[in-house]
């Protein structure tokens, strides 16, 4: 039997903005957490971006909070939601004010890189929801600006990303000053050793909804990687945004300086790009991704620290210029494509220096991925096209790739001679494309 939202005993003020926003059927993370989140449980959440996560506790949070009618105190907040990126912040707190424009709930959001002076005006009136990375809110709460008294719902968003960034050691600070009594939920897409230790002192006998395999890709990416020497990495990239078919790509590079020179690059070749990482100010990284999202820019280059403040609908292909060095950044990445039901392409550049991280990518994953030749030496004029591939052992054009050889990249049942965009356009109408497996330091958030 399917379920439908009203099937979940959400009021009607969220089924009223549910319907608003278009929403039909409520995915499998919202089907198994909604009920228990409205009883009262603590969460353990294992899930992937793009499956929902932010609606599956945003709605139990709001009808909570709306059945209890008290104000916030001064300087605090009846809902905390922590997470790792200012653009992830942004995003939550939108999703809470549209799921819940009918039922007259304050919702704030902090981070850094901004002035705090609007953000402090607004914890001193009392806050129903609060969204926040953890620098800022520990800063404020330092200046005496924050209190967490009034905290009934905590929420901990993508703790894995919060442990890569160096945020592990603010959120042991947070925890212990927020009231005894509450309930507490952790979502994160993979579980390493010290999200396990973190568990047993935020929640309590948890309910665990888990909707994938952790640290699994999801099926309708099509993920493929290609060896290409590092000096002709920007050559590979700009020669492949010759094919139409990439019409929105999202780029990752592994510093802040490679982002920029990759954008840089792109752009005086006449393909539009912005770049986006933490070093951009507030404004000029919403408008990069504004650019993006609105198609003013065809390729939005990010930091992994990017990575998952990026929600946007109609992201062909992610191409990962440089290899990441943590291996879930990679499952993190590629989960920007094939969201809101559509297929996806994951390209990896493989440089020699990069082997062992696509070994260890692949040991996570749990998977190998599929070698496919580039046609990047058509430029000499051998006459491919841009996007004509066709797949290989892993020992492909001269390279070894470590001792992969042997684990059927011989082109058994791997062949793409297909344009990278063929499979998109034959699949738009629901079709799911191969089954592969799922979703990438402190910064200035």
Same mark, same amino acid.
């Given at each position: 039997?399917?379920?439908?939202?009203?099937?979940?005993?959400?009021? #009607?003020?969220?089924?009223?903005?549910?319907?608003?926003?278009?929403?039909?059927? *409520?995915?499998?993370?919202?089907?198994?957490?909604?009920?228990?989140?409205?009883?009262?449980?603590?969460?353990?959440?294992?899930?992937?971006?793009?499956?929902?996560?932010?609606?599956?506790?945003?709605?139990?949070?709001?009808?909570?909070?709306?059945?209890?009618?008290?104000?916030? +105190? %001064?300087?605090? &907040?009846?809902?905390?939601?922590?997470?790792?990126?200012?653009?992830?912040?942004?995003?939550?707190?939108?999703?809470?004010?549209?799921?819940?424009?009918?039922?007259?709930?304050?919702?704030?959001?902090?981070?850094?890189?901004?002035?705090?002076?609007?953000?402090?005006?607004?914890?001193?009136?009392?806050?129903?929801?609060? $969204?926040?990375? *953890?620098?800022?809110?520990?800063?404020?709460?330092?200046?005496?600006?924050?209190?967490?008294?009034?905290?009934?719902?905590?929420?901990?968003? #993508?703790?894995?990303?919060?442990?890569? &960034?160096?945020?592990?050691?603010?959120? %042991?600070?947070?925890?212990?000053?927020?009231?005894?009594?509450?309930?507490?939920?952790?979502?994160?897409?993979? &579980?390493?050793?010290?999200?396990?230790?973190?568990?047993?002192?935020?929640?309590?006998? +948890?309910?665990?909804?888990? $909707?994938? +395999?952790?640290?699994?890709?999801?099926?309708?990416?099509?993920?493929?990687?290609?060896?290409?020497?590092?000096?002709?990495?920007?050559?590979?990239?700009?020669?492949?945004?010759?094919?139409?078919?990439?019409?929105?790509?999202?780029?990752?590079?592994?510093?802040?300086?490679?982002?920029?020179?990759?954008? #840089?690059?792109?752009?005086?070749?006449?393909?539009?790009?912005?770049?986006?990482?933490?070093?951009?100010?507030?404004?000029?990284?919403?408008?990069?991704?504004?650019?993006? %999202? @609105?198609?003013?820019?065809?390729?939005? $280059?990010?930091?992994?620290?990017?990575?998952?403040?990026?929600?946007?609908?109609?992201?062909?292909?992610?191409?990962?210029?440089?290899?990441?060095?943590? *291996?879930?950044?990679?499952?993190?990445?590629?989960?920007?494509?094939?969201?809101?039901?559509? @297929?996806?392409?994951?390209?990896?550049?493989?440089?020699?220096?990069?082997?062992?991280?696509?070994?260890?990518?692949?040991?996570?994953?749990?998977?190998?991925?599929?070698?496919?030749?580039?046609?990047?030496?058509?430029?000499?004029?051998?006459?491919?096209? +841009?996007?004509?591939?066709?797949?290989?052992?892993?020992?492909?054009?001269?390279?070894?790739?470590?001792?992969?050889?042997?684990?059927?990249?011989?082109?058994?049942?791997?062949?793409?001679?297909?344009?990278?965009?063929?499979?998109?356009?034959?699949?738009?109408?629901?079709?799911?494309?191969?089954?592969?497996?799922?979703?990438?330091?402190? *910064?200035?958030?």
């Amino acid at each position: 039997m399917t379920l439908s939202f009203s099937d979940l005993a959400l009021v #009607e003020p969220i089924q009223r903005a549910l319907s608003a926003e278009n929403y039909e059927r *409520p995915t499998p993370i919202q089907a198994q957490a909604i009920p228990h989140l409205l009883a009262g449980r603590d969460l353990l959440g294992i899930a992937q971006t793009g499956t929902g996560k932010t609606a599956a506790f945003a709605l139990p949070i709001l009808q909570r909070l709306a059945a209890n009618r008290v104000a916030a +105190p %001064r300087n605090s &907040m009846r809902a905390l939601v922590l997470t790792p990126t200012r653009e992830l912040a942004l995003q939550i707190a939108d999703s809470f004010r549209g799921y819940g424009r009918h039922m007259g709930l304050r919702t704030a959001v902090i981070f850094g890189g901004v002035s705090q002076g609007p953000q402090v005006d607004a914890l001193r009136r009392g806050i129903d929801i609060l $969204v926040a990375t *953890p620098g800022r809110l520990l800063d404020l709460h330092q200046q005496g600006h924050v209190r967490y008294d009034g905290v009934t719902v905590f929420v901990l968003d #993508e703790a894995d990303r919060m442990l890569d &960034m160096g945020f592990i050691r603010d959120i %042991r600070r947070i925890v212990p000053l927020l009231p005894k009594q509450r309930q507490s939920l952790l979502f994160s897409a993979t &579980m390493p050793d010290e999200i396990n230790r973190l568990i047993g002192t935020l929640l309590k006998d +948890p309910v665990r909804v888990e $909707v994938t +395999p952790s640290a699994t890709t999801v099926e309708r990416i099509d993920q493929r990687v290609m060896f290409v020497d590092a000096g002709n990495k920007r050559a590979l990239l700009a020669f492949l945004l010759k094919d139409g078919a990439i019409a929105r790509a999202l780029v990752f590079t592994r510093t802040k300086h490679a982002a920029n020179r990759v954008a #840089e690059g792109l752009a005086k070749g006449g393909i539009g790009a912005e770049a986006i990482h933490g070093n951009k100010s507030q404004g000029a990284r919403q408008r990069a991704l504004g650019n993006f %999202r @609105d198609g003013r820019a065809r390729v939005l $280059v990010a930091t992994d620290i990017a990575a998952r403040g990026i929600d946007i609908d109609g992201i062909t292909h992610v191409i990962n210029f440089e290899l990441p060095n943590v *291996p879930e950044s990679y499952v993190h990445r590629i989960g920007r494509t094939a969201r809101a039901g559509a @297929d996806g392409i994951a390209i990896s550049f493989c440089d020699h220096s990069e082997k062992a991280y696509l070994r260890d990518i692949e040991k996570l994953t749990r998977q190998k991925i599929a070698v496919v030749e580039h046609g990047f030496r058509a430029q000499a004029g051998q006459g491919a096209s +841009p996007t004509g591939t066709q797949a290989n052992g892993h020992n492909g054009h001269g390279h070894n790739h470590g001792g992969h050889n042997g684990h059927g990249h011989n082109g058994n049942g791997h062949d793409r001679g297909h344009e990278f965009g063929n499979r998109r356009r034959r699949n738009r109408g629901g079709g799911h494309g191969r089954p592969h497996g799922h979703a990438p330091a402190r *910064p200035q958030a």
